[in-house]
């Protein structure tokens, strides 16, 4: 029997701010391990949280960039559960009313419906030392504000949840809200996953495998567990419900524990912590700082013209998307702009490591050279050597071309002059074209060119000595 996955995935995202949720300490990746705590966040009695409102503005353009209701009251609660990396025995989440709702993410087969997304406290790191044969914690990352979006069981194969994270993880770093490092654990997935017979509407027993942090173990796991899942039901047993971890070395899930419910974990509203009230003014000013979201950008760029392909390695980065605008203004001619980042650009900054954040040549000189490109004023070869000495010098493409004598003579006596000495100096090419042989043509057009060094320009090379062969 054939079986259809149904996936719903839970994506945690690390928020931008400075300091932590509940208290000043620094929210920054690393640091030496337990060096970045204070009674609140390591959990002392008696402490009180004291909530950064810069996570919930955070939380509101993550919402806005997926599409969701904002609501304007929401509260935290406290989920109840113990774990060494958790040293207050519960962590303060958004329960009962969360911060967004009811959003939407397209990918390229259909729309995902995103339930939820709330504010909560990320748990600190363990560190497990099989050698000693003990484990370690770092508190470091208690208490560093978190997003965690929450979809609908929309998904219904790999290929749609790694497109579906792809897709929020880049719409995060456009608006500024997480830098979405799935490496470093600032963006992670859980991935709940069932299997029904093809053509069923009734979803099966789900389990949820934990802590994603790759596109491609996301892909790995689901493919594993829809397995896992299959022949189970097809020895005729059970799919029990249970949380699972994920493990990339040897590519397969191992069972973490049951599956618990939201009962289990005695949710209560938080008491020391007043519920957030945020005005329709505020939310209208988030939006306003949000940037153009990659959606509409790529939208855009496929009606300048630009093959889909090209649209979506622009908008993937966004500092070089806002490199490409801005040559734009220089030069408007997107499919030529677009090709000389893509080919040539994108090749050097990868040759040199370079980001698009890092880049220091100016969009506008950039465009300059495109244009000198387009207008024959230097030959596509040289366009590439005046890129690589702009992107070493940072001078001006007009001034690198003259330096280096690339400027294309455009004067046709000159040529005339060449190809008539070339022409002289090789009598038996001359004959052979006449007599048919058309080979030859490259060899006299290679000559001319020489004669004339970097500025020859071949179109008119190839006029002239076409004329002139002719006669
Ligand atoms: P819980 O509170 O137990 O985590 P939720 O209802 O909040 O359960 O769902 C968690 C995630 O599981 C959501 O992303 C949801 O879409 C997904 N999900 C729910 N039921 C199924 C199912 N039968 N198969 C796959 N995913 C599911
Ligand atoms: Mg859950
Ligand atoms: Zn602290």
Redesign the pocket.
């Known amino acids: 029997m054939n079986y259809q996955t ?5 994506i945690h995202a690390e928020l931008l701010t400075r300091s932590k949720v509940f208290c000043s300490c620094s929210a920054e990746f690393g640091g030496e391990e337990n060096t970045r705590v204070c009674p609140r966040c390591s959990g002392a009695p008696g402490s009180l949280p004291l909530f950064n409102r810069g996570a919930a503005e955070l939380a509101v353009k993550a919402g806005l960039a997926l599409n969701c209701k904002i609501n304007n009251f929401s509260a935290f609660d406290r989920k109840n559960y113990f774990y060494p990396d958790l040293p207050k025995a519960y962590q303060i989440t958004q329960f009962f009313s969360p911060i967004c709702s009811d959003g939407y993410v397209n990918i390229s087969t259909k729309k995902i419906r995103i ?1 939820r997304i709330h504010i909560e406290e990320d748990a600190g790191k363990l560190i497990h030392d099989d050698v000693k044969k003990i484990s370690l914690a770092d508190y470091n990352r208690c208490g560093v504000p978190l997003i965690e979006i ?4 929309d998904i219904r194969s790999a290929e749609e949840a790694k497109e579906f994270t792809a897709a929020v993880a880049l719409a995060l770093k456009y608006a500024g809200v997480c830098d979405a490092r799935m490496e470093q654990g600032s963006l992670r997935c859980d991935v ?3 299997i029904m017979p093809e053509g069923s509407e009734v ?2 027993t ?1 389990t949820e495998i934990k802590n994603l942090n790759s596109l491609r173990s996301i892909g790995r796991a689901i493919e594993y567990e829809y397995s896992r899942q299959k022949a189970l039901l097809e020895k005729g047993e059970r799919v029990i419900q249970q949380t699972l971890h994920w493990d990339d070395a040897t590519g397969v899930t191992t069972a973490l524990r049951s599956k618990e419910e ?1 009962h289990d974990y005695r949710y209560f509203p938080e008491p020391d912590i007043p519920p957030m009230f945020i005005t329709d003014e505020e939310i209208s000013a988030i939006a306003a700082t949000l940037p153009e979201m990659p959606e509409s950008r790529k939208v855009r760029y496929s009606n300048q013209g630009l093959a889909d392909a090209d649209a979506t390695l622009l908008i993937a980065d966004k500092a070089l998307a806002d490199f490409y605008d801005e040559a734009l203004k220089g030069y408007n001619n997107p499919k030529s702009v677009a090709t000389m980042i893509i080919v040539e650009l994108l090749r050097r900054m990868n040759d040199s490591g370079l980001s698009a954040e890092e880049l220091a040549v100016l969009p506008a000189d950039f465009a300059e050279l495109c244009k000198m490109a387009d207008d024959g004023t230097v030959s596509r070869g040289a366009a590439k050597d005046i890129l690589k000495q702009m992107l070493e010098t940072l001078k001006k493409p007009m001034d690198i071309a003259a330096e280096n004598g690339m400027i294309m003579s455009n004067d046709s006596s000159e040529v005339e002059t060449a190809v008539d000495k070339i022409l002289a100096a090789n009598p038996k090419a001359v004959e052979e074209f006449k007599g048919g042989s058309t080979k030859v043509f490259g060899f006299l057009m290679g000559q001319t060119c020489r004669t004339l060094g970097k500025s020859a320009n071949p179109a008119i090379i190839k006029k002239i000595l076409e004329e002139k062969l002719m006669k």
């Open positions: 149904v996936i719903g995935l839970e339930n929450v979809t609908e069981p709940n996953i069932s979803f099966g789900r939201a």
